[in-house]
Each structure stands twice: as C-alpha cells, then as structure tokens.
Nanobody, 116 residues
Framework: QVQLVESGGGLVQPGGSLRLSCAAS????????MSWYRQAPGKERELVTTITSTGRTINYASSVKGRFTISRENAKNTVYLQMNNLKPEDTAVYYCNAVVGQIGYWGQGTQVTVSS
C-alpha cells in the first residue's frame, strides 16, 4: 500500500533553516506528482509546493517563493523540502502528498515550529 513518511520537523528560531524529507513506498514514485502542504492551527491545509515526476516543473506558493526549495531523488523514492529564512508564520504541520492514479495520498505530517 502507499506509504509516505515525513521527517525533519522541529523547533527553529526565525531566520533559521530546516530540511524535511518524505520517504515514499508502495507505488511508482518516479511517475508521481509530489507536493508539500501545510496546516497551521485554526487554518485550512494549503499547498506549499509541487514537483512533477521528472522534476522539470516546480511551483511554489507566493508566501514561500525564494525561501523554500523542493527537490526529489527518484532513486531513493524521496522528496525533500529545504526551508530557509523561516518565519513564525511558517509554523504548521507539514504534509507530503502523492498523486497515484488520480488519488491523493497523505503522510502523517511533521511539525515545524518557528519561534524565538
């Protein structure tokens, strides 16, 4: 079955960096669109960034453009989210998402807290 396991979250000061990872299994990772979403307390889940199967097309939410970078290693079935210059408003649970056969699958999420 499809499994997505996020890691790398934690507490970081404003201006700091974190790198999230999402290890995928149970499907053909190299053929799948992958995304990162986030959900802050009391808010709806929002799309942060998306990367196509080959990595040629990437899109970012305007709120993270220039600070976050998504990448993937198809040989390792892993997608990454490098987050730099973090702000308190980036505090949220970050979720990995895979589209497999037009169905979206979610990981369990990893908490990112940006606070001094």
């Amino acid at each position: 079955q499809v499994q997505l396991v996020e890691s790398g979250g934690g507490l970081v000061q404003p201006g700091g960096s974190l790198r999230l990872s999402c290890a995928a299994s149970g499907f053909t990772f190299s053929s799948s669109l992958m995304s990162w979403y986030r959900q802050a307390p009391g808010k709806e889940r929002e799309l942060v960034t998306t990367i196509t199967s080959t990595g040629r097309t990437i899109n970012y939410a305007s709120s993270v453009k220039g600070r976050f970078t998504i990448s993937r290693e198809n040989a390792k079935n892993t997608v990454y989210l490098q987050m730099n210059n973090l702000k308190p408003e980036d505090t949220a649970v970050y979720y990995c998402n895979a589209v497999v056969g037009q169905i979206g699958y979610w990981g369990q999420g990893t908490q990112v807290t940006v606070s001094s």
